[in-house]
């Protein structure tokens, strides 16, 4: 188990985080009409996975923003914005923002196989429930090319990084 901090606290964070060089798991999220979404439908595309906690928050919703900005620029990639928001609050954040280029997945069905399987689990102190801010690059075969746990949730990830693998 690893800990990332939350203010001036450290949270536990369980599961597996993945590597560069691992298979990333497969997952079932819900999307925005509360459809199932499976990794499986990405494939051939390169993958960036923003997960963060809640889209009403301040630093998620700047990295939702900049992520959507960079996914215009980016040839065969899609960028899935994961979080434990209902679909609901994720599509009225979108519109109102007028994002269209990031595609925004609930774990609110699944949380704990998703969160645990990718190692963003938060298991202790107040955001319990929530996934802990990340960034994982995927290749068209699902391998990782970058991953990133962020150490302090309010912080935002290293995009250039991220990114640049693609």
């Not at 459809?35 to 928050?57: M, W, Y």
């Not at 998620?60 to 609901?88: G, H, W, Y």
């Not at 007028?98 to 990718?118: C, I, K, P």
Request: charged share 25%.
């Amino acid at each position: 188990m690893t800990t990332v901090g939350y203010g001036d606290d450290r949270v536990d964070v369980g599961g597996h985080f993945p590597a560069p060089g691992d298979r990333a798991p497969a997952f079932v999220l819900t999307g925005r009409e509360m459809n199932d979404v499976s990794l499986e439908e990405f494939a051939g595309q390169r993958k960036v996975l923003s997960i963060v906690p809640s889209i009403d928050t301040g630093t998620c919703a700047t990295s939702t923003r900049k992520f959507n900005e960079q996914a215009s620029r980016l040839e065969n990639t899609v960028v899935l914005v994961i979080s434990a928001d209902l679909p609901f609050a994720a599509g009225r954040f979108c519109g109102a923002e007028g994002l269209d280029n990031v595609l925004m997945l609930s774990t609110f069905r699944d949380h704990a196989g998703f969160a645990q399987a990718y190692g963003v689990d938060i298991q202790s102190g107040r955001p319990r429930g929530l996934c802990a801010r990340a960034v994982i690059v995927l290749d068209e075969n699902d391998q990782v090319l970058h991953s990133e746990l962020v150490d302090q949730i309010k912080n935002e990830p290293d995009y250039e990084t991220a990114l640049s693998v693609l």
